[in-house]
C-alpha cells in the first residue's frame, strides 16, 4: 500500500509514522489522560484499515483526519486538540513558501499527482517540467493572492474547481476559433515577421501549423481551425501548376492540349494537396509549445461552408486525404503506424454525405473507416446544430467549448476586432473565444443537502454565487490586457487586428466571447436526490431542472453584466478524481454516489451503466441541447474495422437525434512484443491501477502506446488513478 506525500511523490506506506505521532501528542497531555500503548496501536490499525478500504493511494492530509477522528473516538480530546494545533502551526509554515517542496518534486520526477495529470503531457521532458514548474508559481500566487478566500477554500473543498489556475497568474483566455482565413487571404506576423498571402496549398498550411504552435502558446486551451479557410489555396496552386506545366511542355517542344495540361497539372495538384495536409499532420503532432505538449487543435470539415463549385470540390479533396492520412497512423519510435492524439477531427454531417446516394456520401464512408481504426472523426450532425444554434453551424473550440450564437452582429456592434474579412450583417464566429471556466460540483450539492429538496435549491443558490465570483475574477483578470501580450491573437488576425497598447476589453463584452459555468456529476446528483439514475424516467425530470437551474442562473448573470455567460459541460480529466476524493472526505463512501474513484462527466450515463448505444445518444441528447457552452456524447464500441455498417447507423442516428457525438474505440500497440490489440488494466500487488500487455504482460508504460478518449479528447500519456478506474469500468453500448 503507497500514501501521496504533501509534495506529490508518492511513498510506501508507513503505519510506524502513525504511531511515532500519535505517540507525541501523548506526551503533550498529563498523565490521566494518556493512552495506553495498546489503544495508540489500535487507532493505527483502523487508520491502516481505513486506508486498505479506499482502493486508492490516501494522501496525508486525509490519513491525519483519519487519526484525529479516531482520537475523539477514544475520548482524548485534550490529546486531539494539541495534534490538531500541531498540524495548524505546520500548515501555517508551510504556507510561507508552499512551493519549493511541489518543485523538486517534479524536477525528481516523483511527484505521482503531477506525472498524471495530463494524458498528453510526458512529466519527465524538461519544457513539461518548465511548464509545470511555472504552474505551481501561478497556483500560488492564485491562491494567496489573487482569488477571494471563499473561493479558494469551495476550491481546496472540491465545492467548484477554478480551472487552469496554473496560468491564471497571466493575462491568458481558455480556447478559441481561429480566424485563419483572415490570417492566410490578408497576411499575418509570426515572431515579429511578415508573412505574406501564400502562394500554394502546401505553404498556407505550412503558415497555418506555425501560426498553431504560435497561438497555442499564447493561450491555455484549445483551438479550432476550418479546412474551408484552406480550401481556396488549392486553385492558387492549379492556376500555378497549369503555367508550369504549360512552360515545361513547350520547353520540351511537346505540343499538348489544354485538356492534357489540365490533366497533368491536375495530378500535381493532389500530390499538393498530399503534402499539405502531411504537413499538418506531422507538423502539429511533432511541434511542442511552450507549455510542453503538442498544439491542441482541432481540424473541423464541413463541405456546406464554402460554395458549391470547385471550392466545394477542393475541399472535399483535402478532407479526403486528412482522412487517408489519419486511416494510416504515424509512426512510432519503433517504426510502427499508431494512433495520434493531434489533431483532433470534426466531421459535419450534412444533407450533401450523409445518404448513400448524397453527392459526398464517399467521404461519410471514409469517415466511417478512420473512426473504427483511429478514433476521429467526431461528429457534428447540420441539422441539430442549426436547430439549437439559430440556424448556424460552426466548430466548437478545442473538444467541446462552443461559442454562443452571434448576437452583436445584428445588435450592430459592427467589427469591434478590426478582422480582415469582416463582412457587414454576416455572423460572425472565427477569431471569437472563451474567457475560462469554474466547475460547480453537483454531488457535493446534494450530499451537503442530506437528500432535503429545498436545502438542495438554497445550497445550490449558495454554490452558484461562488461560482459567478470565480467566473469574475476570471474576466477582471482579462480586462485590462494589452494586444502586446500575444501579437498573434490580438493584433495579427487570429482573434483581431487591434492596435499596439490596446487593451482587448471590447472583446469581453457583447457576446463576442463566452465564459463557462461548468458542471458535473449530474448522474450521481440525480441518484442521491431521487434514488435512482437520471435515465429512470420517474428521475428524468429532475435531473432535467438542475439543468434548467444552471441555464438560468447564466441568463441572469448576462443579463446584468453584457457577459455571455454559457453553461458547460466540463470535460474533467484530473478533475474527476480530485472531486471523488474531496466527496469521499466529506461525506464517506455512498452507495452509487461516492462509491468511485471518479465521478461522472457533464450529463453522461454512468460509464458502467447497460444502455444501447442508440438510446444513450437519444437520451443524452435533451440534455446536450442544455448544455449550450459545450458537451459532447459518446457511445462505447468494440472493434467495428470490419462492421462500417454499424458505424455508418450511428453516424445517421447522430445526424437525426443529437448535435455533437463520437465513437470511442480502442487503439492500442506494445512495444515489447508487437501485440496491436487491447492494452488492459489491471491492479498491481499494492492495489494500484496499471496498464498490462495481455500477450507478454508487459507493464512499463514507456514502452507501449495507448489510446483511449479522455473526455472529448484523446489522451496517450496515461491518467492518474481516477480516470483510469473509470476508463477499466466502461460497458460497451454497441
Not at 500541531?86 to 501555517?92: I, N, P, S, T
Request: contains cysteine; hydrophobic residues 35%; proline residues 3%.
Amino acid at each position: 500500500m503507497k500514501i501521496i506525500k504533501r509534495s506529490g511523490a508518492e511513498v510506501e506506506f508507513d503505519q510506524n509514522k502513525i504511531i511515532v505521532a500519535i505517540n507525541k501528542a501523548n506526551d503533550s497531555v498529563n498523565d490521566s489522560q494518556k493512552l495506553s500503548l495498546d489503544e495508540i496501536q489500535e487507532i493505527a490499525d483502523a487508520v491502516t484499515r481505513s486506508c486498505e478500504d479506499m482502493c486508492r493511494s490516501a494522501n496525508v492530509e486525509e490519513i491525519q483526519d483519519m487519526v484525529e477522528n479516531q482520537l475523539m473516538k477514544y475520548r482524548a480530546y485534550e490529546m486531539a486538540r494539541n495534534y490538531i494545533t500541531y498540524r495548524y502551526r505546520h500548515a501555517l509554515a508551510r504556507k510561507s513558501n508552499s512551493t519549493d517542496d511541489q518543485i523538486l518534486s517534479l524536477l525528481e520526477c516523483n511527484n505521482e499527482e503531477v506525472k498524471q495529470e495530463n494524458s498528453n503531457k510526458n512529466p519527465i521532458v524538461n519544457s513539461v517540467q518548465r511548464d509545470y514548474m511555472a504552474g505551481e508559481v501561478s497556483k500560488d500566487i492564485t491562491k494567496r493572492l489573487l482569488l477571494p478566500e471563499e473561493v479558494v477554500e469551495a476550491h481546496e473543498k472540491g465545492l467548484i474547481h477554478f480551472h487552469d489556475s496554473d496560468y491564471f497568474a497571466q493575462h491568458m483566455h481558455n480556447c478559441c476559433l481561429v480566424n485563419l482565413e483572415d490570417m492566410l487571404q490578408n497576411g499575418t506576423v509570426i515572431s515579429e515577421t511578415m508573412i505574406d498571402t501564400p502562394k500554394s496549398f502546401s505553404t498556407a498550411c505550412n503558415i497555418a501549423t506555425q501560426a498553431i504552435a504560435q497561438i497555442a502558446s499564447s493561450q491555455y486551451g484549445g483551438q479550432s481551425i476550418s479546412l474551408a479557410h484552406l480550401a481556396p489555396f488549392v486553385q492558387v496552386s492549379r492556376t500555378k501548376l497549369r503555367a508550369e506545366v504549360r512552360k515545361e511542355l513547350e520547353l520540351m517542344d511537346i505540343e499538348a492540349s489544354e485538356e492534357k495540361i489540365n490533366q497533368i497539372a491536375e495530378m500535381r495538384v493532389k500530390e499538393e494537396i498530399n503534402r499539405g495536409c502531411q504537413i499538418m499532420q506531422y507538423q502539429v503532432i511533432t511541434l511542442m509549445t511552450t507549455n510542453g505538449q503538442a498544439p491542441f487543435i482541432t481540424v473541423f470539415m464541413y463541405i456546406d461552408e464554402v460554395p458549391e463549385g470547385q471550392t466545394r470540390d477542393d475541399l472535399a479533396m483535402i478532407i479526403e486525404e486528412m482522412l487517408n492520412q489519419r486511416i494510416k497512423g504515424v509512426k512510432n519510435e519503433k517504426g510502427v503506424y499508431i494512433t495520434p492524439a493531434f489533431p483532433k477531427l470534426i466531421y459535419v454531417l450534412e444533407e450533401d454525405n450523409i445518404n448513400e446516394d448524397s453527392k459526398y456520401f464517399y467521404l461519410t464512408k471514409l469517415a466511417a473507416r478512420c473512426t473504427a481504426k483511429r478514433l476521429v472523426p467526431d461528429y457534428i450532425s447540420e441539422k441539430m446544430m442549426k436547430e439549437l444554434k439559430d440556424g448556424d453551424c460552426y466548430p466548437c473550440m478545442g473538444c467541446r467549448s462552443f461559442l454562443t450564437p452571434d448576437r452583436f452582429t445584428e445588435a450592430g456592434v459592427g467589427n469591434i476586432a478590426n478582422a480582415g474579412n469582416y463582412v457587414p450583417g454576416k455572423r460572425k464566429y472565427y477569431g471569437r473565444f472563451n474567457q475560462g471556466v469554474v466547475t460547480i460540483n453537483l454531488v457535493d450539492v446534494a450530499c451537503s443537502s442530506e437528500g432535503d429538496m429545498y436545502k438542495f435549491w438554497k445550497i445550490m443558490d449558495e454554490r452558484l454565487e461562488i461560482c459567478h465570483t470565480a467566473l469574475m475574477c476570471r474576466h477582471n483578470r482579462l480586462k485590462g490586457t494589452l494586444s502586446d501580450v500575444a501579437p498573434i491573437l490580438w493584433q495579427d488576425g487570429a482573434l483581431a487586428r487591434l492596435k499596439k497598447g490596446e487593451p482587448i476589453d471590447k472583446l469581453l463584452f457583447d457576446g463576442y466571447s463566452t465564459i463557462s459555468l461548468g458542471y458535473a456529476g449530474l448522474c450521481e446528483c440525480t441518484r442521491y436526490m431521487t434514488g435512482k439514475s437520471h435515465t429512470d424516467p420517474t428521475a428524468t425530470p429532475f435531473a432535467l431542472d438542475v439543468m434548467k437551474y444552471l441555464n438560468d442562473a447564466c441568463k441572469k448573470w448576462k443579463a446584468e453584466s453584457n457577459i455571455d455567460f454559457s453553461l458547460y459541460g466540463t470535460p474533467l480529466e484530473s478533475t474527476t478524481y480530485k472531486f471523488a476524493k474531496c466527496l469521499q472526505k466529506r461525506f464517506g463512501i455512498i452507495k452509487g454516489v461516492t462509491d468511485k474513484n471518479y465521478i461522472t462527466n457533464s450529463y453522461h450515463v454512468h460509464v458502467t451503466e447497460q444502455i444501447d448505444a442508440f438510446d444513450k445518444l437519444s437520451f443524452e441528447a435533451q440534455f446536450q441541447a442544455l448544455s449550450p457552452g459545450g458537451a459532447i456524447s459518446y457511445v462505447e464500441v468494440p472493434d467495428l474495422q470490419d462492421n462500417l455498417d454499424a458505424v455508418l447507423a450511428v453516424m445517421k442516428h447522430i445526424y437525426d437525434n443529437i448535435m455533437y457525438a463520437e465513437l470511442n474505440t480502442k487503439s492500442d500497440y506494445c512495444q515489447v512484443c508487437g501485440y496491436d490489440g487491447e492494452i488492459e488494466v489491471h491492479e498491481d500487488k499494492d492495489g494500484k491501477l496499471i496498464w498490462e500487455c495481455p500477450n507478454c504482460h508487459n507493464t512499463d508504460q514507456d514502452k507501449m502506446n495507448v489510446a483511449r478518449r479522455t473526455c472529448g479528447y484523446i489522451g496517450t500519456q496515461f491518467w492518474n488513478q481516477g480516470r483510469t478506474q473509470e476508463i477499466r469500468e466502461r460497458v460497451l453500448h454497441l
